[in-house]
């Protein structure tokens, strides 16, 4: 299967509850519907793609060049345009909807978000720091982040020093997240644990990039209850 994304919306968490009645926390992904807008052959770029469009946006807010390439291809508007690469363009289509049925028989996905923003912070919130020491001398200047360069060889403090600044509000993968179970009727996919981002937040989703041979909770839970019958027969 190609490993294409769908767009999602971060609506929360909650819990879910096994049947051996453990309680597993979960963020609830409402995952939107891509379309196929352009498919892209090896003869026009040189690798097989397809672009996906998602969401809707008024047409006021769309360019010229936009608004003629929509109409060209017959669709509406989409907010947000993905290209993704693909193994065979045969099985797609201009127009085609993907939905959550991708994600069907999969059992690991990765999560791509934006983190919360956190505003100007300092060293030690930002980079863990332990801050100076509390006595002996120490004046005003208990959670400052100390020294910052050398002397005059180099003479300067170097790119990527760990210093006070912005912190969050950048875009984190999380990896092989367990899908918990999904609800196709309403769109909705339960993710075990939480992921990156505010609520309402835009969330990308996509088969796991590793090749994960461990068990789900559900399996486990599984194995579990059939190791007990088991041993109840015997």
Known sequence: MDNIALIGKKMGMTREFLSSGQSIPVTVVKMEKGRVIQII????????????????????????????????????????????????????????ELGLEIFKDIKFVDVKSRTIGKGFAGAMKRHNFSGLRATHGVSISHRSHGSTGQRQDPGKVFKGKKMAGHMGDKLRTIQNIEVIKSDIENDLLYLKGSIPGTKNSQVFVKKSVKNISRLTILEKNEKIKNQKTKKEKK
């Open 41 to 96: 052959s090896k003869d026009q770029r040189g690798y097989d793609a397809i672009q996906i469009g998602f969401g809707k946006i008024k047409q006021s807010k769309l360019s010229k060049s936009q608004k003629g390439y929509f109409t060209k291809k017959n669709t509406e508007p989409k907010k947000v345009l993905k290209e993704f690469r693909v193994k065979d363009i045969q099985n797609y289509k201009e127009g085609n």
